[in-house]
């Protein structure tokens, strides 16, 4: 008999998490407020509840991929009416005081939430190429595990509640400046005459690549950031801030990281907030004043 297990949130993550776990043998229960998620499931094992607590309902552990921390809240008090015992898991990137409070909220009726947030972009969640930072009560994230590792390409385990959602922060944050210094480098070379196409080719295999040059080099070469969007500005925009604040928390200064976010800020005053964010490359072309033909 197939396991089965709960997703709450299917977007662009709560998707690629349905993919995987359905191809490795899982019977997927899942649940969004948008309709059209659904029908974008093709073969997925997915049945539909009509609820959060019709999701648990039906399973014993539950992985939550939501947008923001009213989501979180919300989905958090309602299963908390519910009653029943499950483990939850949370993948999102968002305060470490917005988990903790949908964690006691959980807690308070016996039901164990752990702080799972992932890294990778979409691309790499649909490919099963993410890496889980796992924290909170040990025991129940091993009984989750095995679904992380049809997931993601690595789980690690981290201790406490909330090292999970620090571990994102340094990852999010090398992220947002490896972004930035990516386009950079491919405005760079064009400026300088060479073809975008051999940059990237000759870079991606040198000292000096990183993996968010070879994930959105492509993009940036192609200069086009409107197709196959694995991460759009806006969720960036939420998880700069989230980094930020923790850091200000910290008394902890970013200076590299502060000046990739006002790139990637520039790049939603050009009208490109729901494009991919490897179009921080058509501010650094700007900047440069390079016309691509």
């Not at 349905?18 to 899982?26: D, F, I, P, Q, R």
């Not at 093709?42 to 607590?53: E, H, I, M, Y």
């Not at 309602?78 to 939850?88: D, F, M, R, T």
């Not at 850091?247 to 502060?258: H, I, V």
């Amino acid at each position: 008999m197939s396991e089965k297990i709960g997703i709450i949130g299917l977007g662009i993550m709560g998707s690629a998490y349905t993919k995987n776990l359905s191809a490795a043998g899982y019977e997927i229960v899942g649940f969004d407020l948008n309709e059209e998620r659904f029908e974008a499931q093709g073969n997925a094992r997915l049945t539909r509840a009509s609820s959060p607590t019709d999701v648990v309902n039906q399973v014993d552990r539950v992985i939550t991929s939501l947008p923001n921390p009213d989501a979180l809240i919300a989905v958090a008090e309602e299963i908390a009416q519910s009653g029943k015992e499950v483990i939850i898991a949370d993948t999102c990137t968002l305060k470490i005081s917005d988990k903790t409070r949908a964690r006691d909220i959980l807690a308070a009726k016996g039901i164990t939430l752990l702080d799972c947030p992932v890294s990778g972009t979409g691309h790499q969640a649909a490919a099963g190429d993410l890496v889980i930072f796992g924290s909170g009560d040990e025991e129940s994230f091993n009984k989750i595990k095995p679904a992380f590792e049809k997931m993601g390409r690595e789980v690690h385990y981290l201790g406490e509640f909330g090292t999970g959602s620090k571990m994102k922060y340094i990852a999010n944050l090398l992220v947002v400046i490896h972004n930035v210094s990516s386009a950079e480098a491919i405005t760079y070379g064009i400026k300088a005459g060479i073809d975008p196409q051999l940059v990237y080719d000759v870079i991606k295999s040198s000292a000096g690549t990183s993996r968010m040059f070879e994930v959105r080099g492509p993009m940036m070469v192609e200069g086009k950031y409107d197709d196959n969007v694995s991460a759009n500005h806006i969720i960036t925009k939420k998880d700069i801030s989230v980094i930020l604040d923790y850091a200000d928390q910290m008394a902890c200064p970013t200076p590299l990281f502060s000046v990739a976010g006002e790139i990637h800020r520039a790049a939603i005053a050009m009208g490109m907030a729901h494009e991919d964010t490897a179009s921080v490359c058509a501010v650094t072309d700007k900047l440069a004043g390079v016309k691509r033909k």
